[in-house]
């Protein structure tokens, strides 16, 4: 299979990735999160992280999941992933069983460093590799 990659960031994306990184509420963490994902219309959705006093917030590729679904999307063709930092800040554990519900072979998750620049991006394999999904169900 030969590798995917990723569709190239525009500046107005970038800049609003940044912007919904930096609305992100984590005032326990206090690592602001982002995420822009781009569905198979090529429609863009947004999401940020939103922590609460008990410690179970929303994942920021969460919110984006939800605003795309919302729309009555359901293909990922893309995400980005933006924490505050240099490091990587890959999905959780959680959010990569969300994105491998929506996402297909092609789909690919890119994580930035905290201006915005790519790092590393992943197949939804990479990031979950041996994944149990809605085919691993029988159908209803």
Do not use: W
Not at 62 to 70: C, D, K
């Amino acid at each position: 299979m030969p590798e995917t990659r990723p569709a190239p960031l525009s500046e107005a994306s970038r800049q609003a990735l940044i912007a919904v990184r930096d609305s992100a509420y984590a005032p326990y963490s206090r690592h602001p999160v982002g995420a822009l994902l781009v569905a198979e219309s090529g429609q863009h959705y947004l999401g940020c992280n939103v922590e609460s006093a008990n410690f179970k917030g929303l994942c920021a590729e969460a919110g984006a999941i939800s605003a795309m679904i919302a729309q009555g999307e359901r293909e990922i063709a893309t995400l980005y992933v933006i924490g505050p930092g240099e490091h990587l800040c890959t999905p959780c554990g959680d959010c990569r069983q969300r994105i491998r519900e929506f996402a297909t072979s092609a789909t690919v998750i890119v994580v930035l460093d905290g201006d915005g620049a790519p790092l590393r991006h992943y197949t939804m394999e990479q990031l979950l590799p041996d994944s149990f999904g809605p085919e691993n169900l029988p159908p209803s």
